[in-house]
């Protein structure tokens, strides 16, 4: 079989006001895509999480408008203060922009994921067909898996598990359908195959965490697993191809 696909569903663009992790620019970014072999990747910038989501979500635009291998994820916020637009609005533009995916960061904005103020924006992503993508550290797994339960239609991919959260993974995998992890940061021993034998391998998505992680790291615990070759093809895009409704590629 040839080299599976590689579709990052977690990267970040700009620079990082932190950690030394270069200029967040998009050519680094591509860069390291081709050092390891990434194809394409889901991308958000630090403006929208760090800064001022709005402003971030413009500029995401701009900088990813001729980049076919870069898809944009804006990040929400609550309808309540108004900064992104009424809820039906944001999603209808992020629809008509070409965004497949929000991300959310409850912990770093102020609010609570499965409250109230977040409701109606999350009910109009998933009207408007977009993924949710939420780092595991931005909330906690009882508000992930209420979320997804009360909008079953609603695609989560939760971000940056950290190889400590296997039993709560496995928990909320049994008994949602709609929940799906993304592998950046999660190192556990065996951890990915133990997951893809007892959920399914398309209940996982490939995920670097890239530019705060290195992304060899997450291609390397994937090519080199002992998963079989379809199911390692699954995680690698297929199953993030299908939740976006692309054609599955296979090489």
Request: net charge negative; charged share 20%.
């Given at each position: ?33 081709d ?31 001729d ?17 992104v ?8 533009a ?6 497949p995916a ?10 609570d994921?499965a409250?109230?103020?977040?409701a ?6 998933a ?19 209420a979320v ?23 928990g ?8 799906h992890?993304g ?8 951890g990915?195959?133990?997951l ?18 290195d ?9 080199y697993?002992?998963?079989?070759d379809?199911?390692v093809?699954t995680?690698?895009?297929g199953q ?12």
């Open positions: 079989m040839a080299e599976p696909v590689l579709f990052d569903v977690d990267v970040l663009v700009g620079r990082h006001p932190r950690r030394e992790v270069g200029a967040g620019t998009v050519a680094e970014l591509l860069s390291a895509m050092r390891v072999g990434i194809a394409q990747a889901l991308v958000g910038h630090t403006l929208s999480w760090l800064h001022e989501p709005a402003t971030g979500n413009k500029r995401l635009l701009e900088l990813t408008a980049e076919p291998r870069l898809r944009p994820c804006w990040v929400m916020l609550p309808e309540s203060c108004g900064e637009g009424r809820p039906e609005e944001f999603a209808t992020a629809t008509i922009a070409g965004v929000i991300r959310a960061y409850p912990h770093d904005h102020g609010y994921l409250g109230p103020d977040a109606s924006m999350l009910d109009a992503i009207a408007t067909g977009q993924l949710l993508l939420v780092d595991a550290t931005q909330t906690t797994w009882p508000q992930l898996e997804a339960t009360a909008r079953p239609a609603l695609p989560v991919v939760v971000c940056k598990p950290g190889y400590r959260s296997l039993r709560r993974i496995a909320i995998l049994d008994r949602t359908t709609n929940v992890i592998l950046s940061n999660f190192s556990s021993h065996c990915v195959e133990w893809a034998e007892r959920f399914g391998a398309h209940r996982l998505v490939f995920g670097t965490g890239s530019p705060e992680h992304p060899a790291e997450a291609v390397t615990r994937l090519l697993s002992e998963l079989d379809a199911a093809a995680i690698a895009s993030l191809q299908r939740l976006l409704g692309e054609r599955v590629s296979t090489a």
